[in-house]
C-alpha cells in the first residue's frame, strides 16, 4: 500500500528522493541522512546522489544489496514487490528514483506503485 511520505524540511518532493527514502528507512530526519550523505560523498569523491554513494551509506548502516530475478523484468512494480515482502525494510533502486518500502508498504512522495526496481537493499 501506498504512504504519502515527506521528511524534507522545506516541503520540496523533487531531486531528494534518495534522502527521503534513506531518512524513513533508518528512521533519520531529512538533515541527518543528507548530511550523513553529504559525508560520504566527501569521502568518495562523488555526488551524494550517485549510486555508489547512498549504497555504500546504506552498507556501512547493516543493508545488503540485492537483485531481483529476471523473471520479468519489465512487469515486477514496486507494489508487486511491496506484497511480496510484508515484513522487513527495503530501499528499492528504480531507474532515476530511490523508494523505500517497509512492512509492506511504499513510502514515497507520489504513488509510484506501477514503477519497476532495478535492483534493492535489505536491512540485515
Excluded at 500500500?1 to 527521503?20: E, K
Excluded at 509492506?104 to 536491512?123: H, K, V
Aim: proline share 5%.
Amino acid at each position: 500500500m501506498y504512504v504519502y511520505y515527506n521528511p524534507s524540511p522545506s516541503g520540496r518532493n523533487v531531486g531528494d528522493c534518495t534522502v527521503r527514502a534513506i531518512s524513513k528507512a533508518l528512521g533519520q530526519d531529512w538533515e541527518q541522512t543528507y548530511t550523513g550523505l553529504a559525508v560520504e560523498g566527501y569521502l568518495l569523491n562523488d555526488m551524494p546522489s550517485s549510486n555508489v554513494v547512498w549504497g555504500s551509506y546504506l552498507k556501512s548502516h547493516g543493508f545488503k544489496r540485492q537483485i531481483l530475478p529476471d523473471d520479468c523484468h519489465d512487469c515486477y512494480s514496486v507494489a508487486d514487490f511491496a506484497a511480496d515482502h510484508p515484513r522487513g525494510t527495503y530501499i528499492l533502486a528504480l531507474s532515476g528514483h530511490v523508494v523505500c518500502v517497509e512492512d509492506g508498504n511504499w513510502f514515497d512522495t507520489w504513488n509510484s506503485g506501477n514503477e519497476i526496481p532495478l535492483y534493492y537493499w535489505e536491512r540485515t
